[in-house]
């Protein structure tokens, strides 16, 4: 069993940013896939940002040119950098790993970009 702990979400102005990082209880090389998920209120989940272990990456139309998504190492997290922020980008987003042929979901962080 694997545990992800967000966090780094919150209020944020029209165009701000945030970054938001993901903690697993175990190294993150040991993860084929991680990504970040979101759900806004009244929708269904949806893929946000991916990235293999091979480093490989896509995007949600939606965030091209404005999210990305990395690993870093050093502090065995998956982060989601946020820029340019906008209204329908509110949600709860989850992180996500895949280690062998199972798939873990952390608890959820809010975003909302309100003015």
């Known amino acids: 069993q694997v545990q992800l702990v967000e966090s780094g979400g919150g209020l944020v102005q029209p165009g701000g940013s945030l970054r938001l990082s993901c903690a697993p209880s175990?190294?993150?090389?040991?993860?084929?896939?991680v990504g970040w998920y979101r759900q806004a209120p009244g929708k269904q989940r949806e893929m946000v940002a991916e990235?293999?272990?091979?480093?490989?990456?896509r995007y949600a139309d939606s965030v091209k040119g404005r999210f990305t998504i990395s690993r870093d190492n050093a502090k065995n997290t998956v982060d989601l950098q946020m820029n340019t922020l906008q209204p329908e980008d509110t949600a709860v987003y989850y992180c996500?790993?895949?280690?062998?042929?199972?798939?873990?979901w952390g608890q959820g962080t809010q975003v909302t970009v309100s003015s």
């Open positions: 996500t790993v895949r280690m062998g042929m199972n798939n873990y």
């Open positions: 175990t190294t993150i090389h040991s993860f084929y896939l």
């Open positions: 990235l293999t272990s091979l480093g490989a990456s």
